[in-house]
């Protein structure tokens, strides 16, 4: 029996070679390095530092301030996930019938999602500015409030003002997404279903529902990896404020790594922000499995 020789194909892993390289710097590199500092006394200032084991995990998870901002980063992820999809949802239900216009309307929808979040928060930073905003003073012109409301600095207002940003800019990425899980179901389906008298919400529930949900599914995870790990738009309307109420762990993370700077610690609240997204993703994923397989 004559044995061939397999040749090793350079050209691929040629061309495959830069994307592995960015992916390492860009993500393999800072994963260990964190993991790595968090177990160590690393300084920002300091050059030296010493190997100190899970001493950090210890400081971090005996520090009362990291829960309050974890319960605050859940609450946050929740309010802005469930207002996301009802939104997104709704819009691509409602565009899906839409028969002279589609495209204006999806357009439109989608302009939130088209701006950079620097660009989101200082324009509503503006809006919302509890002297010379926008909003506040309508409010009072209107007759709706008797003073300027502060939306960004009273604690009562301020987390639920964020959430609303984040829904408002969020939803339209929902709403592309499932519009585009509606259009690609069998308009036949329907039809049969209509004949057999069926009712809208039953065409919703039996069609429509099992068509997108691994869609939505897949929206569920990548949104609340996203809104947990958003930094960008707390940081730059409040800064974690008033009196650390809106102060989720990214936030805390940085101002543990940039205000105190102990990067050793900091690591440490990263590594376990990581490895909690990790078992989120891991529940998530084996629900779409199942899913997947009720399907087949």
Known sequence: MVKRKVKFDYARWIFVLPALLIVGVLLVY???????????????????????????????????????????????????????????????????????????????????WAFPSIVIALSWKWILNGVSGFLPNILVQLGICNELPQFLSDSSLVFLTLILINVWFGAPMIMVNVLSALQTIPQDQYEAAQIDGASKAQQFRHITVPHIKIVVGLLVVLRTIWVFNNFDIIYLLTGGGPANATTTV??????????????????????????????VCVIYFTIIGKWEKEDK
């Open 30 to 112: 800072p994963i260990f390095s964190s993991l790595y500092y968090s177990m160590t006394t690393k300084h920002l200032i300091k050059a030296s530092y010493d190997f100190i084991g899970l001493a950090n995990y210890k400081e971090v998870l005996n520090d009362p301030n990291f829960f309050k901002a974890f319960l605050t980063s859940l609450v946050w992820t929740a309010g802005s996930l469930a207002g996301q999809l009802f939104i997104g949802f709704t819009a691509a239900l409602a565009i899906n019938r839409v028969k002279v216009g589609k495209g204006i309307y999806r357009t439109l929808m989608i302009i939130p």
């Open 250 to 279: 990214p936030i805390y993370a940085y101002n543990m790594g940039w205000g105190t700077k102990l990067l050793g610690r900091s690591s440490a609240v990263t590594v376990l922000l990581l490895a909690f997204l990790m078992l």
